[in-house]
């Protein structure tokens, strides 16, 4: 069974300042792993995704994740935060055998950015 | 229209009542899900469609039932709902490849209000 764990479901920082969203992860397989970012009576919108290869992913806006397999961990990055990075972000998991048909989502971390 | 889409956005119904929630894709694929999310938890997944065959009902009660005529359509039926059933409804959908992976792209989700 796959399970991600996402520390802190509420994180605030001041605009410009570093953006780190934590991530665990366990899968008995190689995982694949997404970052989601869900604004405001919207659905998630993807924001990069690990599949194979380079571990070091970069995605929309500004944002970065970096796949340690020996910390099993997926977190999110990014150097300096914007007002509209203000939403909620969603870790998720799936393997390589099924592909992204069955994700699994962390519970989501809040982020508010201040002025 | 493009990407996927649900309605109605906004449904307010009693436990007696019985409706429909309605997803359309417009993304050539041929999987999709439903999905419910409800506060401080993670995204439950409720069924997968691919190629308009279910292949997953995650232990949803039978007061959902869903329907997928097409790889563009996905229904879910609604009826004698429970107050502990308001939550968000998402719909996504992907493209399955044979043996491999694919992102899944959500809409806007339905959001269910059981009096």
């Known amino acids: 069974a796959q399970s991600v764990t996402q520390l802190g479901s509420h994180v605030s920082v001041s605009e410009g300042a570093l953006v780190l969203l934590r991530c665990n992860y366990s899968?008995?397989?190689?995982?694949?792993l997404f970052w989601y970012v869900q604004y405001p009576n919207q659905g998630l919108q993807l924001l990069l995704k690990?599949?194979?290869?380079?571990?070091l992913v970069k995605g929309i806006n500004g944002f970065e994740a970096e796949f340690k397999k020996s910390e099993t961990s997926f977190h999110l990055t990014k150097p300096s935060a914007h007002m509209s990075d203000a939403a909620e972000y969603f870790c998720a998991v799936s393997d390589q055998q099924t592909g992204a048909n069955n994700l699994f989502f962390g519970t989501g971390t809040r982020l508010t950015v201040i002025p | 229209e493009t990407g996927v889409t649900q309605t109605p956005r906004h449904l307010v119904m009693g436990m007696t009542n019985k409706k429909s929630l309605k997803c359309e894709q417009h993304l050539g694929h041929n999987a999709m899900y439903w999905y419910k999310q409800s506060a401080k938890k993670p995204l439950e997944l409720m069924f997968v469609?691919?190629?308009?065959?279910?292949?997953e009902n995650n232990s949803v009660p039978s007061r959902f039932s869903p329907e997928c005529p097409n790889s563009s359509h996905l229904f879910l039926h609604l009826h004698t709902l429970q107050p502990e059933d308001s939550a968000l409804y998402l719909c996504?959908?992907?493209?399955?490849?044979?043996?491999?992976?694919?992102?899944?792209?959500f809409g806007p989700g339905t959001r269910l209000t059981v009096l």
């Open positions: 996504a959908s992907s493209r399955r490849l044979a043996g491999g992976f694919d992102e899944q792209f």
């Open positions: 899968s008995s397989v190689p995982p694949y």
């Open positions: 690990y599949t194979t290869g380079a571990t």
């Open positions: 469609y691919n190629f308009k065959e279910q292949t």
